[in-house]
């Protein structure tokens, strides 16, 4: 049975992915108690105690406020511990899986949707830690993969964790009766995450490089969320709780869509946005 160690074992995406596979394969997902990635020894003794055959990398700080707040922080998880985590890699002959960022191409001057052939131009400070971390890795291991993920979305589950995303904020909002409004600016990719659960073991199979991971999107985020109250049955809220949010991005656009392209031609498909947001509305029964 093919042994794999996650780095973020608790987080979002890493807890589904145990949940889903873990009676296919051998999974040891390590949560921050468990391993802290700035601690070169400590990770070490975990990977050469479990000596895996792949590593999926989640472990990270994603906040990029707290990013921008505290980028000596962020360097060193983000950076420096995603280093610790290759250098183990190599030690014990281990393929690695490295969730990446769309958040690489947040300073392009051309639009998107942007291929793995662009020149990322990142200007936040995770969206640059996310860009040196792939350029480290790749300079110690050859055996990788490098996902570039979007916005991952989906709903709270028992004993797994949520992360802020742009179904289960819309239902709060709903829930809460108070005014909310989206940015018709921002043009990006949003995931269903059990999608990027079940393609994960499929990249085992198809070349190692850069791809981009997730799906592609056309609409504005404020259009996607309009898209959620359609299919929920809250129109009505369009009238007087739902508004437009004109001046976030009004200057420049937000667009990080991606392309993925390059996936679909290793035979591994995403939904688009919509897609996904209606079938994550299903699956979980919210209509």
Not at 118 to 130: A, E, L, M, R, S
Request: glycine content about 6%; aromatic content about 10%; some cysteine.
């Amino acid at each position: 049975m093919m042994k794999i160690l996650i780095t973020g074992g608790k987080g979002f995406l890493a807890s589904r992915f145990k949940k889903r596979f873990e009676k296919e394969y051998e999974i040891l997902a390590l949560g921050r108690k468990e391993l802290d990635i700035t601690d070169k020894k400590n990770v070490e003794s975990k990977f050469q105690e479990f000596n895996p055959d792949i590593v999926i990398h989640t472990a990270a700080i994603a906040d990029t406020g707290k990013c921008e707040n505290d980028p000596e922080l962020s360097y060193k998880i983000n950076v420096e511990g995603s280093i610790n985590v290759a250098r183990a890699c190599n030690s014990v002959n281990a393929k690695l899986v490295y969730m990446s960022s769309e958040q690489v191409y947040n300073g392009n001057e051309e639009s998107g949707p942007y291929n793995e052939e662009i020149t990322p131009v990142p200007n936040t400070v995770y969206g640059k830690h996310k860009l040196k971390a792939e350029e480290e890795i790749k300079a110690i291991l050859a055996e990788v993969w490098i996902l570039r993920l979007t916005w991952l979305f989906g709903m709270p589950e028992r004993n797994l964790k949520v992360n802020s995303n742009i179904l289960f904020n819309t239902i709060k909002h709903i829930l809460s009766g108070e005014e909310f409004k989206e940015p018709v600016n921002e043009y990006r990719g949003m995931t269903y995450v059990y999608e990027i659960v079940e393609n994960i073991q499929k990249l085992f199979s198809i070349p190692y490089g850069i791809y981009n991971t997730g799906s592609e999107n056309d609409l504005s985020r404020y259009n996607v969320v309009e898209g959620i109250l359609k299919a929920l049955g809250r129109d009505d809220l369009k009238v007087n709780k739902f508004n437009k949010d004109v001046e976030r991005f009004k200057k420049k656009p937000r667009d990080l869509r991606i392309s993925n392209l390059k996936l679909r031609e290793q035979g591994i498909q995403f939904s688009t946005t919509e897609e996904g947001i209606l079938k994550a509305i299903k699956e979980y029964s919210l209509i």
